[in-house]
Structure formats: C-alpha cells, structure tokens
C-alpha cells in the first residue's frame, strides 16, 4: 500500500488515502466451524492480543463523508471501530450470537499455505504476508500521525448480520 500511497502524494489535486483497520466481516469464514465444532480457527495471533477491527459499513460511511468534504493538500484517514477486540472476545461474541459455546484455537503457521489453498486461494503468500504483519505488529496505526475516525458498529452487530446472511 505504501507505494500506491507515495505514487498518490504527488497529484495536483487534493487525495485522501483511507486506512482501515482489520475487516470484522473477515469473522464470515469463522462461522461455519464455530457452528460445526465449537472451535474458530485463528490465524491473528496472539488470541489475547486486541487488533484494531471495523465494519464494512463504518468504512462505507466514512468514504461517504469524505468524498462530501473539500479540502487541499493530502489526507490519510485511519478507521477503526468502536473498541479493539482478542480473538477470545471474538469466539465469546460468536457464541453469544450462535447460542452455543465457542473457543478460539491458533493455527500452526506451518499450516496456513495448505489451508489458504483448500480454500481457493491459489497464491497465499499475500495474505500470509499480511497476517503475519498484523501478528508481528508491523501493520499498526501510526498513533496519531492521521487522521482517525472511530466507527460505531459493534461486532456482535456485524456476527448477527453474517449469521442471517448464511442462514
């Protein structure tokens, strides 16, 4: 991202580059198994640590806003939602919405590529790059160098959602 964001910096005309942190829609694929075992497979690691998450439509609304405002000059909007969240609290908040107990379990990295592959992904070295930015730390906000906006979707909000998507 940092390379479109430089190619970005130098146009003549006001840009503003939005930051959004981890997608809580990324909970879809946890659904089915949370469903099916009792157990949600985590690949953001450590499951006590709080990652930054927000909801689609928080980003949605945040793009909405800003394409509505005039300014110069460049901006960089960080967006998060309204609290950070382990995956423990996430696997809880799962379990609240499918009324069953639900336990976050780390996969082994050594793992990922095959997963990632089982699941369609035929060149999973991007996403593995990025979670293990996310677990490393190194894919963080820059603590108040931006912009940031806070959403207001809570997660359980966007849990719900996803369940009656899927049924």
Do not use: C, H
Not at 29 to 34: C, K, N
Not at 111 to 131: C, D, K, V
């Amino acid at each position: 991202m940092r390379i479109l964001e430089e190619a970005l910096a130098d146009l003549p005309l006001p840009t503003a580059i939005l930051r959004p942190a981890w997608f809580m829609e990324n909970s879809l694929w946890d659904i089915a198994p949370a469903r099916d075992t009792g157990v949600m497979p985590s690949f953001l690691q450590p499951l006590d640590r709080a990652y930054p998450m927000v909801a689609t439509a928080d980003i949605g609304r945040v793009v909405a806003n800003t394409l509505a405002q005039s300014w110069e000059g460049r901006r960089i909007i960080e967006i998060e939602g309204p609290q950070r969240y382990t995956q423990q609290d996430i696997a809880a908040l799962l379990g609240g919405v499918l009324k069953r107990g639900v336990k976050a379990r780390a996969v082994p990295r050594d793992q990922w590529e095959a997963l990632f592959q089982a699941q369609g992904t035929p060149w999973p070295a991007p996403r593995i790059e990025m979670l293990d930015g996310f677990n490393a730390g190194w894919i963080d906000f820059e603590g108040g160098v931006n912009e940031r906006v806070t959403g207001e979707t809570a997660f359980q909000t966007v849990l719900a959602g996803l369940l009656a998507r899927i049924g």
